[in-house]
């Protein structure tokens, strides 16, 4: 069994601090059309060369009827700059519009199988998850991509059809988990395609 959720599996549930200031539940973010979660963080270059498509990436959404809502899931001891009163600064700073939700304890990020920042999960509006991966295939520079697969996920999702591509692997730093060494993964992660895909730098 895969560790990420698969293709057409329910939307975990979730009750999570906001920094709305309130626990916040899947249902608090559902959308009319169609919900997108994802795992983001900080410090990760893979999500700062990935911010200014986020922004448009939730204008677009919102006016579609499309709810996004970022979960922060990374250990904080060695990585302080994702705990969350720096996301929520940083999201001011940056003027994010999304709501951050802290999943201190990791365990929505197993729940959903979460295995690098950024990490897309996008749910119909019947909470199916019908594409789960990366936005594009050049999340640190948004020069060197060429693909769109989160944006045709959506597409097909609009349409009515299921997503000619329903799983891509996520490209990025992978989640930092407690008392695990620093690019630990879980056992069942998959990582071909992005061992194929990665740049020659490698993920912090």
């Known amino acids: 069994m895969s560790f990420t959720l698969e293709t057409g599996a329910t939307a975990p549930e979730f009750d999570l601090p906001g920094s709305n200031g309130r626990d916040v539940r899947f249902a608090d973010v559902r959308g009319a059309n ?24 939730f204008e677009r959404c919102q006016s579609l009827g499309i709810t996004m809502t970022a979960i922060h899931s990374n250990e904080t001891k060695d990585h302080p700059e994702d705990d969350f009163p720096a996301v929520i600064a940083r ?20 729940e959903y199988g ?3 920042t950024p990490h897309y999960f996008l749910f119909d509006k019947e909470d199916k998850l019908v594409y789960s991966g990366r936005m594009d295939n050049s999340p640190r520079d948004a020069s060197k991509a060429n693909s769109d697969e989160l944006e045709d996920a959506i597409a097909d999702m609009r349409g009515g059809r299921p997503a000619k591509v329903p799983r891509t692997d996520a490209i990025g730093c992978n989640i930092k988990w407690w008392d695990r ?20 730098t490698s993920p912090a």
């Open 91 to 110: 999201a001011r700073e940056m003027d994010f519009k999304w709501l951050s939700l802290k999943d201190d304890k990791q365990l929505i990020a197993r």
């Open 181 to 200: 060494e620093k690019h630990w993964m879980p056992k069942d992660a998959c990582d071909l395609d992005y061992l194929n895909l990665r740049e020659s």
């Open 34 to 57: 169609g919900t997108l979660i994802f795992f983001t963080c900080n410090h990760c270059p893979y999500v700062v060369g990935s911010e200014a498509r986020m922004k448009a990436l």
């Open 114 to 116: 979460a295995e690098r």
